[in-house]
């Protein structure tokens, strides 16, 4: 089976009905998230514009490579322990190796079709 976004077979019969209700569902995340991703990136003693851009980009990347509807992505405050950890110990160009990474894992345990198993061993 191929990977295919989501994306590519919702917009051919996307409507301005669907369009009012995806954008008031991302006014609603975007309110909650962008506040969090600010306060996550300031208790990891980073500058806020950090947690604003990784919300950015990381709430794009989802949508455009995402493989559900109703999926939604954002910050989670149970990383800020996580975060700030690896910015002590390593610093800000620690953090950006450690979450390359651990994309470059993740993609290669989907590419060989191992994502869920491993994800829950690896939680064990």
Known sequence: MTFRPRLLDSLPGYSAFSFTKDLSAGITVGIVALPLAMAIAIASGLPPSSGLWAAIVGGFIVAL????????????????????????????MGLLLATM??????????LLNWGVGCAIFLML
Do not use: E, R
Not at 66 to 72: A, E, L, Y
């Open 65 to 92: 490579l995402g493989g559900s509807n109703v999926q939604i992505a954002g910050p989670a405050n149970a990383f800020i322990v996580v975060v700030f950890g690896i910015v002590l110990a390593h610093g800000v």
């Open 101 to 110: 990474m651990a994309g470059v894992l993740m993609v290669l345990l989907g």
